[in-house]
């Protein structure tokens, strides 16, 4: 069974202030036939998108434009969200990586992230489902 058969997620939101990256990863949402409901910059936005849309998946950069970075957006999400989030950042530093690890329901990759690595991400946050 191909990984794309697998797949039982929808929809996800797409957190990312690098627009290239933001292309790439729909590129491979796409492909496993998940649905991008949003593609924001900034966690102020996502925290108001995901109060008033359900997303099957998170994917959040931690350095974004705005105030908070994607770290404290999950933090604030997760009063409200239990949805599996995959942060994808280039901060693979100690302190930010166990950071990231604070939050529930989370997994890390390390930029540059590949397909294969977003894929493995992908199906490994469908276990984190409620």
Known sequence: MALSDRVIMKKAIVVE???LLAVIYRQYLKRMGIDITAEVTSGEKAIEILKKEKVDLI????????????????????????????????????FHFSKAKLISNSIFLVKPVTEKDFNEAVSQSEDLRE
Do not use: H, Q, Y
């Open 59 to 94: 994917i959040m950069d931690i350095m974004l434009e705005g105030k908070i970075d994607g770290i404290e957006a999950m933090v604030k999400v997760r009063e409200f969200s239990k949805t599996p989030v995959i942060f994808a950042s280039s901060n693979s530093d100690e």
């Open 17 to 19: 202030d690098n627009l």
